[in-house]
Nanobody, 123 residues
Framework: QVQLVESGGGMVQAGGSLNLSCAVA????????MGWFRQAPGKEREFVAV????????SYAESVKGRFLLSRDNARNRVSLQMNSLKPADTAVYYC????????????????WGQGTQVTVSE
């Protein structure tokens, strides 16, 4: 059984940075396309970023492009989402996802979800 465990959420002022981490237990991280989603209060869960199994392809939502960076640490079996220039609109619960393909992740049909970590950005 694969488990995804997120960490690194918290509260930060607008313009600040946070680094979210997703540890993969049960399989190696490069077995899956790895991604992040977020869900703000009263809104649907939305795609944030995804990386292919090989790590050679990444994709970002327009709203975070140029501010967020998705990376993978094979030795530590985890992925990280570096979030810079944070805005109040980035406030949400962030979820890690693992899928058998980039398409499975971007279509919100990954094989596994993490439990989520709260990110709050104040004015």
């Amino acid at each position: 059984q694969v488990q995804l465990v997120e960490s690194g959420g918290g509260m930060v002022q607008a313009g600040g940075s946070l680094n979210l981490s997703c540890a993969v237990a049960g399989r190696t991280v490069f077995s899956y396309a790895m991604g992040w989603f977020r869900q703000a209060p009263g809104k649907e869960r939305e795609f944030v970023a995804v990386m292919s199994q090989s790590g050679g392809s990444t994709s970002y939502a327009e709203s975070v492009k140029g501010r967020f960076l998705l990376s993978r640490d094979n030795a530590r079996n985890r992925v990280s989402l570096q979030m810079n220039s944070l805005k109040p609109a980035d406030t949400a619960v962030y979820y890690c996802a693992a899928g058998l393909s980039i398409g499975s992740v971007t279509s919100s049909q990954p094989s596994y979800w993490g439990q989520g970590t709260q990110v709050t950005v104040s004015e």
